[in-house]
């Protein structure tokens, strides 16, 4: 069974960094994308970014693109999202997921997802 556990939350002013990290175990990874989604207060849960574990692909939001960054570590079987020059409106609970399996290309939508991690909070300040 697919377990993913994020960390790294917290809060940081406008301007500034942080790395999210989601620890993933329970299978192998291999063909599968893993996505990072967030939801804010009153808001659905949105897309953010997602890689393929082979690492030949990456996808990002319009909202986060040149400022967030997603990476994996095979051997550590860690999923990683740098985020920098946070905005106040980047606040949210931020989830690592698995995409379903058979699906070549990397899709946004939550509902292709499966595994949600419990999330981390991300809040920006101004």
């Known amino acids: 069974q697919v377990q993913l556990v994020e960390s790294g939350g917290g809060l940081v002013q406008a301007g500034g960094s942080l790395r999210l990290s989601c620890a993933a175990s329970?299978?192998?990874?291999?063909?599968?994308?893993l996505g990072w989604f967030r939801q804010a207060p009153g808001k659905e849960r949105e897309f953010v970014a997602a890689?393929?574990?082979?690492?030949?692909?990456?996808y990002y939001a319009d909202s986060v693109k040149g400022r967030f960054t997603i990476s994996r570590d095979i051997a550590k079987n860690m999923l990683y999202l740098q985020m920098n020059n946070l905005r106040v409106d980047d606040t949210a609970v931020y989830y690592c997921?698995?995409?379903?399996?058979?699906?070549?290309?990397?899709?946004?939508?939550?509902?292709?997802?499966?595994?949600w991690g419990q999330g981390t909070q991300v809040t920006v300040s101004s």
């Open positions: 997921a698995v995409q379903l399996p058979f699906r070549p290309l990397i899709t946004t939508t939550p509902s292709m997802y499966t595994s």
């Open positions: 890689i393929r574990w082979s690492g030949d692909s990456t």
């Open positions: 329970g299978r192998s990874f291999s063909g599968r994308a």
